[in-house]
């Protein structure tokens, strides 16, 4: 199935607004964290619902906010739940971005940038699109060391990228961008019951639980353009 097929499926059955209630809780933090000035120019790759350029531009005064993504169907859905005529939600692939050279200060994705059929060549778009000193705000729940995240792959027929963090470094440095920070933002707003209540319908263990959430959480990688 391709991308776009897949994530049209979850945007027409409501899953949009499900991923951004569980990605919100590590997202904010790196929301948090991007070093946005008022009047900047902000992309979402992957942007689901967009309620991260809805969160920036009322926490951050981004100026224009553009969400990309590959679903049609994602990109309305994004387009219905706001009426800021600043945010422009569009179609288009990862491997081809739709800017000029040097014309955006910040990228943004989260829990997208591992479905990029190509992720040197969408971190080579991410470096030419960035204007010199632009970031690029990389969160992942999919990686090596988070070991319970890799049976997501059996259930998605999409192919998926699942780099460790060292592997992200040494991409970002080959594209051209300074790897400017790395660190996990662990899930703290997931409630993990006791022992005695496993298993759940989610979790055989405890341990896998914590594992996920608050060992690995979400793998941050910020990159900054020379
Ligand atoms: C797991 S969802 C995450 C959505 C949102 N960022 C969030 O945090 O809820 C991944 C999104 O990336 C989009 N996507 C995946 N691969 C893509 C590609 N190659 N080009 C454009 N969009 C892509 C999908 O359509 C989907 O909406």
Redesign the pocket.
């Known amino acids: 199935m391709s ?2 097929e897949e ?1 049209d499926a ?2 027409e059955a409501g899953k ?1 607004r499900g ?2 209630q569980r ?1 919100w809780h590590t ?1 904010k933090h790196a929301l948090a964290r991007m070093p946005v000035e008022t009047g900047e120019t902000v992309l ?6 967009g ?2 350029l809805r969160a920036l531009r009322e926490t951050a005064g981004v100026g224009r906010a553009y969400g ?4 049609p169907e ?1 990109a309305r859905n994004a387009r219905s739940y706001t009426d800021d005529s600043s945010v422009g939600y569009l179609v ?4 081809d971005l739709p800017f000029p050279d040097d014309s955006l200060d910040h990228v943004f ?4 940038f591992y ?3 190509n992720p040197d060549e969408t971190l080579r778009e991410i470096e030419r699109v960035l204007r010199p000193g632009g970031t690029f705000y990389c969160a992942v729940n999919y990686y090596e060391e988070s070991e319970t995240t890799h049976e997501w792959e059996e259930n998605l027929d999409i192919e998926m990228t699942r780099w460790n963090r060292e592997e992200y470094r040494q991409a970002f440095r080959e594209a051209g961008l300074y790897v400017a920070q790395q660190d996990t933002i662990s899930d703290r707003d997931v409630d993990i019951p006791p022992a005695e209540e496993f298993p759940t319908d989610d979790w055989e263990t405890r341990e896998a639980m914590v594992d996920r959430y608050r060992t690995w959480g979400t793998l941050l990688t910020v990159g900054v353009a020379p």
């Open positions: 991308v776009h994530f979850w945007a949009d991923m951004e990605h997202a979402d790759l992957g942007c689901g619902s309620y991260s990309l993504d590959g679903s994602m288009g692939d990862f491997g994705s989260m829990e997208a479905y990029a059929a």
